[in-house]
């Protein structure tokens, strides 16, 4: 049975080394990005063609797949001129793999059902170099048959696949994940600069609790960048940002508010404000050691 062709929009890191990996299991793939070295990437690999347009690659596709940064480039791609909803043929599915508020990805959803044509969130966990050779974690929602139909097409980037629920279930959990995460990380960082701001030895108060039930690999990312300077969680305070204020839009859809993650985005927002957003989020620590009341 010939495998599907599958169209790929968005050759990030992530991104890049995801098509890179399908390609090395032998899809043919269409793509598109505004990084023009990052399509000839591709295109120099073989079984790739680039698209001109969402609309053409979508016409072409059996699967679509986007990996971009955030819900409105999401929305672009879909509903604006020459999109994906204009050319996606009956029967194919749309999968974003990026980090999107969950009501938009249900009404993207719902758009797309009145085409004929599946969607999937499958936000992912994991590094690009998992990516490279399909062993992220992926958390997807769908309607149960749409993810049985396209669970083999995941496995193939994935090495963990959860199916969480109906649409939107995967991009709910990736943004309570990505809320406890930044806040623990904002949390320990601030912790990190309470110490220097009292001179209290910072290296100390790391293996004091570190040796408690507060350890955890956040915690050792933070004392990696507070302590010894070394900044190697790989995640920005620009993408922390995003994701919180994706969060707290989630759960005001949901008719409440979160005064935790709300307390945690106004520090990403004013570390952003203060140039840092590019850094990782650990070096949020020089933002609270500056900082004057």
């Given amino acids: 049975m010939s495998k599907p062709v599958i169209g790929f929009i968005g050759l990030g890191l992530m991104g890049g080394n995801m098509v890179e990996n399908l390609q090395k299991r032998g899809f043919e793939v269409i793509v598109m990005d505004l990084n023009k070295d990052a399509v000839q990437a591709v295109l120099d690999r073989g079984n790739a063609t680039e698209a001109k347009t969402p609309k053409e690659l979508a016409s072409k596709s059996d699967i679509i797949e986007l990996c971009v940064t955030t819900s409105e480039v999401v ?17 194919s599915v749309l999968i974003d793999f990026g980090t999107s508020i969950p009501a938009s990805t249900q009404k993207i959803g719902a758009d797309l059902a009145k085409k004929g044509a599946g969607m999937i969130d499958a936000p992912l966990g994991r590094t690009p170099a998992h990516a490279k050779d399909g062993l992220l974690n992926i958390m997807a929602g769908g309607a ?27 991009h709910v959990t990736k943004l309570i994940n990505n809320f406890m995460g930044m806040t623990t990380v904002c949390a320990m960082s601030q912790a990190f600069a ?75 927002q004013a570390a952003v404000e203060a140039g840092m957003g590019p850094g990782n989020v650990p070096e949020i620590f020089d933002y609270f050691v500056e900082l004057k009341k």
Wanted: glycine share 12%; charged share 25%; with cysteine.
């Fill in 75 to 91: 929305e672009k791609l879909v509903y604006g001129e020459d999109g994906i909803l204009e050319g996606i043929k009956e029967g």
């Fill in 194 to 268: 309470a110490a220097e701001l009292a001179g209290v030895d910072r290296g100390q108060l790391y293996d004091i609790m570190s040796a408690g039930p507060s350890n955890s690999p956040f915690m050792k990312f933070c004392k990696n960048y507070a302590v010894d300077g070394v900044s190697d969680l790989g995640f920005s305070i620009n993408n922390a940002n995003k994701d919180l204020r994706y969060f707290n839009q989630m759960i005001s859809d949901l008719g409440s508010r979160s005064l935790i993650a709300e307390g945690t985005s106004t520090n990403l």
């Fill in 144 to 170: 149960k048959v749409t993810f049985d139909k396209y669970e083999p097409i995941l496995k193939e980037q994935g090495e963990n696949v959860f199916y969480l629920g109906p649409l939107g279930s995967g």
